[in-house]
């Protein structure tokens, strides 16, 4: 049985604002604390570098066979419906041996949602 | 001392998809059974209705003095750097009676933060 080599990609929408992209880096960081063995990317779908076939196929190119993308957006509208998994399918069709999950909205979560539901709470005061 | 009546408003930013607005209005219920005693509305930047600015009218005309706006964003891009300010500063200036804040985006909460890495680590099964 080949091993298995695992990644979890971040997909974000990107931003021109540099600033933009500050709490998806530290989403990153503090997730990739968390899984020692897994390596854990940022990638984007606009306007900001790296881009997710880009990084996946240099994941690919590091032994990577096994990847997990997490879409960091708060809805499911047409960047997910329509544009990932478009992305998705040109992926598998250039990497046959890769296994490509793709998670839902991290929007849609109940415990960001409640997580969510705390601050807006909080924040009157 | 006039009494305070004080509204809780969700700032999003809309999409062409329906079905994007799904867990902005599940927060907008979590948040408002949790705050009895605060109007909680739903807004949007463009694409969808009610807009910030005449949600805010609607809502001073039921006689509210007090509102915090919370953007449903996951980062501090254009349209929290530069066109929520020029929204908040139109707001001010057509009611002038109105405390009128404005809280730091959603995404960048060290709770929400945290719940997303829940998320992303649950999300490799």
Redesign the interface.
Known sequence: MPSTT?A?V?F?HG???A??????E??RE??AA??PD?R?RLTFLELMEPRLPQAVAALVEEGVNDI?V?P???????HL?RDLPLLADGIRAAHPGLRLQV?G?????P???????????R???
Chains 1, 2 share one sequence.
Not at 19 to 24: I, K, N, V
Not at 72 to 78: H, P, R, S, T
């Open positions: 695992r979890l971040l974000a931003a021109r604002a600033s933009w992209a500050a709490p998806f530290r989403l503090q997730t968390r899984l897994v854990v997990t997490v960091v957006f708060l809805g499911q509208g047409g419906l998670a909205a991290i929007g849609e979560d415990g960001v949602q409640a997580a969510m539901s705390d601050y807006c709470v924040a009157l005061g």
